[in-house]
């Protein structure tokens, strides 16, 4: 959310010294709301001139990074209340729980090996939180030690006491781990120790007022790698503190709040515990820590959040081409289908079914279905049988027969025209398909 040049050329000089490079003071503003000059080039903009175009230029809330390389998890910098206006730009990272009083080695092994597929794309839980549930501080650091020797994921490390958390910090720093958590106890010794790692620091408040004070003193001790927390555990009170933050930070740019937020379940049921996670991901947690560590626990989870952080206006999409399903040779049968995600892999799953290994053409539809499609002219004759060339069709089987999808019947005739091959109208749904295959191709 950029500012306008006129917005900028407030805070210039407006001497037309020209020693920017620019002609006047307001073409230089209007070069910097285009990003084609940065502010250091005026040589008298004032201090509080430059901390206030910075703060205006600044998101409504702040991009925090958590963990390193290909497992950095990036949460904040959101602009939106409601999904459907936009969308929601970083999915919630989802954190699990292994306490140091725990088999530490056995879960951190069991955490990395969660993964799941769903339509085809990879989901994962992205965050483990070690939680310093002894009080002794080198059985934390041992803890957090063994966590990382067993996992690269991104690590949020929790314990109010400073000491403990300056031992872990010891061995993973270098991991840039989420230091949870500053609280009004400790928030000066805790926010230096961040600091001096340059890590980023979860704020714990009392309450939602206590939290903007917090958050504040800690901006003033000049800190603002900030994840906060209201200190609620009860599931109404959190989603209405994170709702008031989301909201303060974006419709009123109330810079207390303009971080992203971390939630912790309370719920002790599996079940309870999943809803109640999948409370805050959807109401505005950045970053949600639970207990739950089995995998058919958590696919609820990952799978509503894949589905929150779609882009509303995009479908989701396979990529185009032929796709083998088993062990396929040149009498499989072939299927054409279009790329919507939804679609595809349930045609693939039916095919699957039918135990007849068989090719499916995917049809580049821009993501929607077969109807959608059809009556946007994307899936038609003459495309389908460009895509069966394209795809060297020929080569793959000897029998020069395909199977379009029951509902777009009408395209027999012209796909035939256009590809030389035999048509046959398959199911209208595709749970038919194990039947048809069965009658068709056994
Ligand atoms: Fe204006 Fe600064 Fe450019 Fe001079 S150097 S013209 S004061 S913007």
Same mark, same amino acid.
């Given at each position: ?9 407030? !805070? ?50 702040? /991009? ?19 999904? !459907? ?96 958590? &500053? ?24 309450? /939602?007022? !206590?939290? &903007? ?35 303060? &930070? ?148 000897? !029998? ?43």
């Amino acid at each position: 959310m950029g500012l306008t040049g006129l917005e900028i050329y407030k !805070h210039l000089p407006k001497t037309n010294c020209k020693e920017c490079g620019s002609p006047t003071c307001l073409a230089f503003a209007m070069a910097l709301a285009g990003g084609k000059a940065s502010l250091d080039q005026c040589p008298y903009v004032s201090e509080e001139a430059k901390e206030a175009l910075d703060s205006a230029a600044a998101p409504p809330i702040k /991009l925090v990074k958590i963990g390193t390389g290909d497992n950095v998890v990036e949460i904040g910098d959101e602009t939106e209340l409601f999904r !459907h206006d936009k969308k929601f730009f970083h999915p919630t990272g989802i954190a699990v729980q292994i306490k140091d009083t725990d088999d530490v080695a056995k879960e951190a092994e069991k955490f990395d090996q969660l993964e799941f597929e769903r339509v085809g794309l990879e989901l994962v839980t992205d965050m483990v939180a070690v939680i310093n549930d002894s009080g002794d501080g080198s059985k934390f650091k041992e803890a957090v030690e063994t966590v990382a020797s067993k996992t690269n994921k991104a690590m949020v490390l929790v314990s109010e006491d400073v000491d403990a958390m300056s031992q872990a910090l010891e061995a993973v720093a270098d991991r840039n781990p989420l230091v949870y958590a &500053a609280t009004e106890d400790n928030y000066e010794k805790m926010t230096e120790l961040a600091k001096s790692k340059e890590c980023p620091l979860g704020v714990k408040g009392k309450d /939602l007022n !206590h939290l &903007a004070e917090l958050s504040q003193k800690i901006t003033d001790l000049g800190y603002k790698e900030l994840v906060l927390d209201s200190g609620a555990r009860e599931t109404s009170q959190v989603i209405a503190d994170m709702t008031q933050m989301r909201r303060q &930070a974006i419709k009123k740019k109330f810079r207390p709040f303009g971080f992203p937020t971390i939630a912790f379940t309370s719920k002790e049921s599996p079940q309870e515990e999943i809803l109640q996670a999948g409370a805050y991901v959807s109401k505005y947690a950045s970053i949600v820590s639970l207990k739950a560590s089995e995998k058919q626990q958590l696919l609820p989870l990952v799978s509503w959040r894949l589905n929150l952080f779609t882009d509303p206006q995009k479908p989701i999409q396979v990529e185009a081409g032929l796709y083998a399903v088993g062990e396929v040779n040149e009498n499989s049968p072939v299927y054409v289908t279009t790329n919507f995600s939804l679609t595809y892999f349930i045609v693939q799953g039916e095919v699957e079914n039918s135990r007849i290994p068989s090719y499916i053409l995917c049809i580049d539809t821009g993501g929607i279905s077969v109807l959608t499609a059809y009556a946007d002219n994307k899936f038609d004759g003459e495309i389908i049988a460009k895509k069966m060339k394209e795809n060297d069709l020929e080569s793959k089987v000897n !029998h020069k027969k395909i199977v379009i999808p029951g509902g777009v019947a009408v395209l027999k005739g012209s796909l035939e025209d256009e590809s030389g091959w035999e048509v046959m109208v398959g199911p209208r749904e595709a749970a038919g398909i194990p039947k048809f295959a069965k009658e068709n191709f056994a």
